[in-house]
């Protein structure tokens, strides 16, 4: 599937990444390394590899299914992770702006939703979501 | 020999509609196919072509009989869905609305209602939900192209509050902790009248539905109610729903910490919150600031009550778990004393505890009220603490900066009238006006003034319908009596809340000459009822015809039974609050008869309780004689002065179980 940024431009993986199931995480990386997330992740185990980590993949069984967008938050907050958070599985182009919001920031569109859709979304003009945002400036803003 | 035909509702207006084999669908049931059984499956085949779902939606066969000569559905649900609602004989189902028919102008391109306490919005903030207006209109677009299933179209129109019900698409407008002004009223009056069939529906949230929207209009009447500042954002969907509160809030005498501002502060917060909007369940909070809870907060997912500590600064009492539904529950206590700047940032902790544990496999277990029963309250609290804790000290902080801000958004509207002493004396002639004075008014913080509520329980009505005339009375009376505000109850009546005491008799002549003067507030006729099945997709039973029946039943003595909350739901679902009724009455469906389901002993307010199933279902026939039994039974033993919740709480059940089941 297409893999794009938060401009909704296509992008490459980074040359030579190995993406490992959580449970097969090596415990010593050698290479651009990602990691794929189930949304039951348990990231206090996944804490200590984090800084080895030049991408962590969070599956969306389904759009519906938002506990994608609390693990997301957590690693930028909680454990300060600074590399790619990258969503796969089944979400909307009308999720995308909350995706970003929430430090997700790239994206394995699904098959239903190509690139164009997600470009769409972001054309379209858009307020700031959340409305007490505007007034809590920067505070809401993921860390 | 069973009969079936194939039926489903029309994606582009929800109109119910009937496969009529090679003519496609028809709007009546009598121009169905019939199929015998061993045809049905190659029917439904030829009804559901792969592109079936750009047409008609929630296609499926159901069971007929031949009734002289039509057809006619055998399940109850489907009799409504063929007829139209059981209760609105005026209404039959089916396209009632020409939407190339041109429109008037909007109330708001010429209204000089003073808005009074409402918060002031803005142009960024009007502009924020014409921008929402549009996006919805885009998802239908896509929708209607195929880009979007039905799959994921339906909770992105619920989170716009967009259901599909028996006979059209139902649109839910918030009205944010219940505060309307006259304009915004006059805007709902305007959709009530062109968009939908001239009336709509007051909930016990605090909302207002509408039942006869045709998908394709609600992008436009949610651009005219945007010009109004009103929104149907977050009244459905698996997310931070409506905040509710006190309808006396900002005017109660009782008052302690005005809960409007938190709870704007709360909507601001929660809407399009950028990680919470994909919960596992729905999730309502509401916040109380007075010394008697009219908010019922401890049956919510977050129950929120303002008070003052020692130093006269406000801070919060936070619960958690609480809810009504399947499986009712009181809240649990996480917190005392919580400072205003941690406000948001302990909702937060709450919310991301559930977000991630919350379950996802069982509709019916995906409450918070649930996660916190499984894994123990204990528990649950020090997850939602350690969450807390490790949050960075600056996220979300809701700083006296913030708060003011908001808070001069909520001009205090000017109070400056005393009590000349008109309404005592008008009350020494009038028993009527003095009746209605006794049961519809409420102490106000300004001693000249009284907040007064409009009841929208006239007996043998529907709870909670207004009509478009009535709505548009009802602001030119805000206009005139108090400062052009309006408040909706959880009860489903209105309220005006700053009505000068020298006023009132005036304002009693108005609401009589309109037919809205029923002097009923809290007692017997006074019901809450959900729509139930003659609007509802997801209702087992009937839920007005019964209340109906019950109000017509006991007005004669309602004013000498006095205090008593009578609730209805129709479903186990439970948005008739009948848990926490003093009576409650569950409508379930018992082998294609519905029957009610009788608890006692429920409270909303500080003493909440869940109320105790007494025995078997009773048939709907008889749910009034049922009730007119037990308030003989009640009449016979209370004490003077003694509510009939305190006399359960006195007795317990067996008097009153023995006088039910003594009628049949």
Known sequence: MPLIDRKAAEIADPQGLTLYPAADLPASLSGPSGVILSPDADLALLAPHLPALAVVTITFPKFRDGRGFTIARSLRQHYGYA??????????????????????????TPATHGPAQFAAALAAPHQPGQLLRRTLGRALEPV | MALQVITGNRLADGVSVWFAGAEGWAEHVEQACAYAAPEIEAALAQAMPPDAELQVVEIRAVEVVRENGTLMPVAHREQIRARGPSVRADLPAGVWRDPAAPLPPLPTAHSSSPFAGIYRYDEYDRDFLRQRAREFGAMVERRRKGELSEEEFKPLRLMNGVYLQLHAYMLRIAIPYGVLSATQLRQLAYVARHYDRGYGHFTTRQ???????????????????????????????????NTTT???????????????????????????????????RKFKIAIVGAGHDRAAVRVHDIGIEAYRNAEGAPVFRIFAGGGLGRTPYVAVKLREDLPVPEL??????????????????????????????EMKPEAFIKLVEDEYAALPADYCLLTDE????????????????????VLKAA?????????????????????????????????????????????????????????????????????????????????????????????????VTDIIACPGMDYCAL???????????????????????????????????????HHVGHIGLLGVDKNGEEVYQITLGGAADEK????????????????????????????AVRAPGERFIDTYRRLGAAPFKDAIYATH
């Open chain 2, 402 to 421: 913030l708060v003011q801000a908001v808070a001069a958004r909520f001009p205090a509207p000017d109070l400056p009238r005393q009590d000349g002493g």
């Open chain 2, 608 to 635: 909440a309780a869940i109320g105790k199933i007494i025995g078997p279902a009773v048939p709907t026939a008889h749910v009034p004689d049922a009730i007119a039994a037990l308030m003989d039974a009640y009449l």
């Open chain 2, 427 to 523: 009350m020494l002639d009038d028993r009527a006006l003095a009746r209605w004075v006794k049961q519809n008014t409420h102490p106000h913080k300004a001693p000249g003034y009284v907040s007064a509520v409009i009841s929208l329980k006239p007996v043998g009505g529907i709870a909670g319908d207004a009509s478009a005339d009535e709505m548009d009375i009802v602001a030119d009376l805000a206009d005139k009596y108090s400062l052009g505000e309006i408040r909706v109850s959880h009860v489903q009546n209105l309220v005006l809340p700053h009505v000068a005491k020298d006023d009132v008799p005036a304002l009693f002549k108005d609401l009589v000459a309109a037919g809205l003067a029923e002097d009923n507030i809290g007692l």
């Open chain 2, 344 to 373: 948001l940032r302990y909702c937060e902790a709450i919310l991301r505890v559930y977000n991630a544990l919350g379950r996802r496999d069982n509709i019916y277990k995906a409450r918070i009220k649930i996660l916190i029963r």
């Open chain 2, 539 to 577: 209702a087992t039973a009937r839920s007005i015809p019964v209340a109906q029946r019950i109000a017509e039943r006991l007005a004669p003595r309602q004013h000498e039974i006095g205090t008593l909350h009578v609730n209805i739901s129709g479903c186990i679902n439970a948005c008739g609050h």
């Open chain 1, 83 to 108: 590399g790619d958070i990258r969503a796969t599985g089944h979400f909307l182009p009308e999720q995308f702006g909350f995706l970003i919001a929430c430090g997700f920031t790239s994206f394995e």
């Open chain 2, 207 to 241: 909302n207002i539905q509408f039942n006869w929207l045709r998908l394709e209009d609600v992008p436009a009447a949610l651009a005219a109610l945007a010009e109004a500042n009103i929104h149907g954002i977050q009244t459905s969907g698996n997310c931070i729903r």
């Open chain 2, 246 to 280: 006190d309808e006396f809030a900002g005017a109660a005498a009782d008052e302690i910490v005005d809960p409007r501002l938190y709870a704007e502060i709360i909507r601001q917060w929660s809407t399009d919150h950028p990680e919470f909007t994909y919960l596992p």
